[in-house]
Nanobody, 121 residues
Framework: QVQLVESGGGLVQPGGSLRLSCEASGRILSINTMGWYRQAPGKEREFVALVTSGGSTTYADSVKGRFTISRDNAKNTIYVQMNSLKPEDTAVYYC???????????????WGQGTLVTVSS
Protein backbone atom coordinates (compact mmCIF):
# COMPACT_ATOMS: atom_id res chain seq x y z
CA GLN A 1 0.00 0.00 0.00
CA VAL A 2 1.32 3.41 -0.97
CA GLN A 3 1.25 6.11 1.67
CA LEU A 4 2.57 9.57 2.45
CA VAL A 5 3.94 10.44 5.87
CA GLU A 6 4.52 14.06 6.88
CA SER A 7 6.73 15.33 9.67
CA GLY A 8 8.12 18.59 10.98
CA GLY A 9 5.08 20.49 12.16
CA GLY A 10 4.96 22.37 15.43
CA LEU A 11 4.70 25.72 17.17
CA VAL A 12 6.78 28.64 15.92
CA GLN A 13 6.77 32.36 16.62
CA PRO A 14 5.85 34.89 13.93
CA GLY A 15 8.85 35.54 11.71
CA GLY A 16 10.27 32.13 12.45
CA SER A 17 11.01 29.18 10.21
CA LEU A 18 9.93 25.57 9.96
CA ARG A 19 10.70 22.72 7.57
CA LEU A 20 8.18 20.05 6.70
CA SER A 21 9.02 16.69 5.13
CA CYS A 22 6.87 14.18 3.30
CA GLU A 23 8.02 10.70 2.36
CA ALA A 24 6.20 8.37 0.02
CA SER A 25 6.51 4.69 0.83
CA GLY A 26 5.18 1.40 -0.43
CA ARG A 27 5.32 -0.49 -3.69
CA ILE A 28 5.88 2.52 -5.93
CA LEU A 29 6.48 2.40 -9.65
CA SER A 30 6.52 6.11 -10.37
CA ILE A 31 5.70 9.46 -8.78
CA ASN A 32 4.54 12.44 -10.81
CA THR A 33 3.81 15.71 -9.04
CA MET A 34 4.15 16.11 -5.27
CA GLY A 35 3.01 19.06 -3.25
CA TRP A 36 1.58 20.68 -0.18
CA TYR A 37 -1.89 21.90 0.70
CA ARG A 38 -3.13 23.40 3.93
CA GLN A 39 -6.38 23.82 5.80
CA ALA A 40 -6.85 26.49 8.43
CA PRO A 41 -9.59 26.20 11.08
CA GLY A 42 -12.97 26.96 9.55
CA LYS A 43 -11.58 27.25 6.03
CA GLU A 44 -11.35 25.05 2.99
CA ARG A 45 -8.19 23.23 2.00
CA GLU A 46 -5.99 25.37 -0.24
CA PHE A 47 -3.00 24.84 -2.49
CA VAL A 48 0.42 25.84 -1.17
CA ALA A 49 3.11 24.56 -3.53
CA LEU A 50 3.99 21.70 -5.85
CA VAL A 51 7.04 20.25 -7.57
CA THR A 52 7.06 18.06 -10.65
CA SER A 53 9.23 15.01 -11.19
CA GLY A 54 11.45 17.24 -13.30
CA GLY A 55 11.86 19.82 -10.57
CA SER A 56 9.56 22.58 -11.79
CA THR A 57 7.82 24.40 -8.96
CA THR A 58 4.60 26.35 -8.51
CA TYR A 59 3.57 28.41 -5.48
CA ALA A 60 0.44 30.04 -4.16
CA ASP A 61 0.72 33.82 -4.20
CA SER A 62 0.35 33.91 -0.42
CA VAL A 63 3.62 31.99 0.13
CA LYS A 64 5.78 33.17 -2.79
CA GLY A 65 9.14 34.42 -1.61
CA ARG A 66 8.71 32.84 1.82
CA PHE A 67 8.28 29.11 1.14
CA THR A 68 10.59 26.89 -0.88
CA ILE A 69 9.60 23.42 -2.02
CA SER A 70 12.21 20.84 -2.95
CA ARG A 71 12.32 17.20 -3.87
CA ASP A 72 14.67 14.25 -3.48
CA ASN A 73 13.58 11.68 -6.05
CA ALA A 74 15.99 9.06 -4.72
CA LYS A 75 14.22 9.19 -1.36
CA ASN A 76 10.68 9.76 -2.71
CA THR A 77 10.59 12.76 -0.40
CA ILE A 78 9.62 16.39 -0.67
CA TYR A 79 10.31 19.24 1.69
CA VAL A 80 8.97 22.72 2.20
CA GLN A 81 11.13 25.30 3.90
CA MET A 82 8.84 27.92 5.43
CA ASN A 83 10.42 31.24 6.39
CA SER A 84 9.00 34.52 7.69
CA LEU A 85 6.00 32.65 9.03
CA LYS A 86 2.84 34.60 9.82
CA PRO A 87 -0.09 33.77 12.10
CA GLU A 88 -2.22 33.31 8.99
CA ASP A 89 0.05 30.40 7.98
CA THR A 90 -1.40 28.43 10.89
CA ALA A 91 -3.03 25.32 9.45
CA VAL A 92 -2.84 21.59 9.06
CA TYR A 93 -0.45 20.97 6.18
CA TYR A 94 -1.17 18.00 3.94
CA CYS A 95 1.19 16.30 1.54
CA UNK A 96 -0.27 15.28 -1.83
CA UNK A 97 1.17 13.20 -4.62
CA UNK A 98 0.23 11.49 -7.87
CA UNK A 99 1.66 8.01 -7.53
CA UNK A 100 1.55 4.90 -9.64
CA UNK A 101 1.97 1.75 -7.65
CA UNK A 102 3.42 -1.41 -9.16
CA UNK A 103 -0.07 -2.92 -9.43
CA UNK A 104 -1.72 0.23 -10.80
CA UNK A 105 -2.57 0.96 -14.41
CA UNK A 106 -2.28 4.72 -13.87
CA UNK A 107 -1.57 7.38 -11.27
CA UNK A 108 -3.66 7.80 -8.14
CA UNK A 109 -4.01 10.82 -5.87
CA UNK A 110 -2.59 10.10 -2.44
CA TRP A 111 -2.91 12.32 0.65
CA GLY A 112 -0.93 12.30 3.85
CA GLN A 113 -2.53 12.46 7.29
CA GLY A 114 -1.49 16.09 7.85
CA THR A 115 0.81 17.87 10.25
CA LEU A 116 -0.17 20.91 12.31
CA VAL A 117 1.75 24.17 12.01
CA THR A 118 0.92 26.84 14.55
CA VAL A 119 2.39 30.33 14.24
CA SER A 120 1.84 32.24 17.45
CA SER A 121 3.66 34.31 20.02
Amino acid sequence: QVQLVESGGGLVQPGGSLRLSCEASGRILSINTMGWYRQAPGKEREFVALVTSGGSTTYADSVKGRFTISRDNAKNTIYVQMNSLKPEDTAVYYCHANIRGIVDYWYNEIWGQGTLVTVSS
